[in-house]
């Protein structure tokens, strides 16, 4: 064995404080010899049941009481018991870092021989779809000596925290910002929902244009439209010219209008598409990182156009899973990648039969699975009604809302101009007939963020753009 792995075991034995900082992230599978495996599950199972550290002679009865265990392997593993011992004289905190580099290094070497093994086709149960993750599970492996927030002792910790001003994404639309309180937060999944043609694409498509504009790095993937259709509903946005006068415009036109934005805008926006119910969050992962090694292009937000057509990286779409099951799934991962990349992120889903001739949507209207509204941070249902439409208005109904009290603003119209791809906001006084909104003032609800959108990226910026 190498003098690392039999210093690790040695104290992994016999220094209580080593062990309780490293035994919950060592695995069997990280020492090579059958000896060093056999003594580790010894003095890892002693300590689980007994929350202590093992002496000599109780690995001794442990390992006795092995019956499957021939005559060569008994004797090398006595002998490895033998020569355990503990320094005093030894870094405790250098030890914990060569410990936590051991275990990264063993990772990736057994991910390595475990793909090779799984090209080879000599697995039955992973395919070649399965490396990535694989892959990336390995990479991630780290001590998190973090171990949870001490009510008492960290209380100075949890004051810094309400005082602290979370990194927040404005919107260009003044009661967006109410209800969220200045924005979405990074590490939050947040869904539009509406039915067929109201608009989901639409605003995800505003929104990027608006994070843009703010100049964010934007990625926006589409399961459902080509890559060209989600950028010529994103130019109709920025240039300011409706989608039918776009595709008459002339070349060196259009090209000047885009130059100007190049000159006012530091981010940048890509779009990518897969086919529809393929990819998954395995494969946005992927992308996230060839992005970063070949454009070095970080998102600061990411759009997903939309979530009923995305797959799961970790259930099959066989006819053996749900609905209600498999869409949570989906849901549950993407905030979960949003919380590894430390990015909010936006996506949509359908109404149900139901819902689709509601003019009062509810979270009971959603489509497929009631488990996404349970792990969205916010949830938002587009409404159109006929006489919405006539004054080219749209209604915001509030679902689901972790960044504010949902009961304040909970219904609102923004204006839409469905030619141009844009919402805007509409003067206080055409927000006409909402009921039990406990709409805000303009005045009370500017005291609820820092910075609106509007401060920042004066719309007149917009306009000298096109």
């Not at 990194?167 to 924005?183: E, V």
């Not at 006068?245 to 060196?252: M, W």
């Not at 936006?346 to 488990?371: C, H, I, K, P, W």
């Not at 030619?419 to 009370?444: C, H, I, P």
């Amino acid at each position: 064995m190498s003098d690392l792995s039999k210093l690790i075991l040695s104290n992994l034995a016999y220094n209580d404080s080593f062990s309780r900082r490293v035994a919950p992230f060592l695995k069997g599978e990280y020492f090579e010899s059958f000896a060093d495996k056999t003594i580790f599950h010894i003095i890892s199972n002693f300590i689980r049941e007994y929350n202590t550290t093992p002496s000599r002679d109780a690995i001794f009865v442990c390992l006795d009481k092995k019956t499957d265990l021939n005559e060569q392997t008994y004797k090398n593993c006595k002998e490895l018991v033998d020569s355990l011992s503990v320094d005093e004289k030894t870094d405790e905190t250098w030890l914990v870092t060569e410990t936590e580099n051991f275990c990264k290094e063993k990772a990736v070497y057994n991910a390595i021989m475990e793909s090779i093994h799984i090209i080879d086709g000599k697995s039955e149960s992973k395919t070649a779809n399965a490396i990535p993750e694989i892959l990336s599970e390995a990479l991630s492996v780290s001590f998190d000596t973090h171990i949870g927030h001490d009510y008492l002792e960290d209380s100075d910790q949890r004051y810094d925290f309400y005082h602290r001003v979370e990194s927040k994404i404005a919107f260009d639309l003044d009661f967006m910002n109410r209800i969220t309180k200045g924005g979405t937060p990074q590490k939050t999944l947040n869904i539009i929902m509406a039915g067929t043609g109201v608009g989901k694409s639409m605003f995800l498509c505003h929104h990027a244009a608006a994070c843009l504009a703010q100049n964010q790095n934007v990625l926006y993937i589409t399961c459902e439209m080509a890559e060209e259709r989600i950028a010529e509903r994103i130019d109709a946005n920025l240039l300011d010219i409706t989608m039918e006068d776009l595709g008459e415009l002339p070349k060196e036109v259009y090209k000047r209008k885009l130059e100007k934005i190049a000159g006012h805008v530091r981010g940048k926006l890509i779009i990518k598409e897969y086919p529809t119910s393929s990819a998954s969050v395995s494969h946005f992962k992927n992308l996230l990182d060839e992005l970063w090694l070949k454009k070095k292009f970080k998102p600061d937000i990411i759009f997903v156009d939309y979530l009923n057509i995305c797959a799961s990286s970790r259930l099959r779409n066989n006819g053996s899973v749900n609905s209600y099951t498999y869409i949570k799934a989906i849901a549950e991962e993407l905030r979960g990648l949003a919380i590894e990349r430390g990015v909010p992120i936006f996506s949509a889903t359908q109404v149900n039969r139901t819902g689709f001739t509601n003019s009062d949507m509810g979270l009971e209207d959603t489509s497929e699975s009631f488990g996404l509204p349970q792990t969205a941070d916010l949830m938002l249902a587009l409404i159109s009604t006929e006489e919405l439409e006539e004054r080219n208005q749209i209604m915001v109904k509030q679902l689901k809302n972790r960044y504010n009290d949902l009961n304040v603003n909970r219904r609102f119209v923004l204006g839409i101009n469905r030619s141009k791809m844009k919402f805007y906001d509409v003067q206080e006084d055409q927000q006409f007939g909402l009921v039990n909104s406990n709409q805000t003032s303009e005045e009370a609800a500017g005291s609820g963020y820092n910075v609106t959108f509007n401060d920042k990226f004066k719309k007149s910026d917009f306009s000298s753009w096109s």
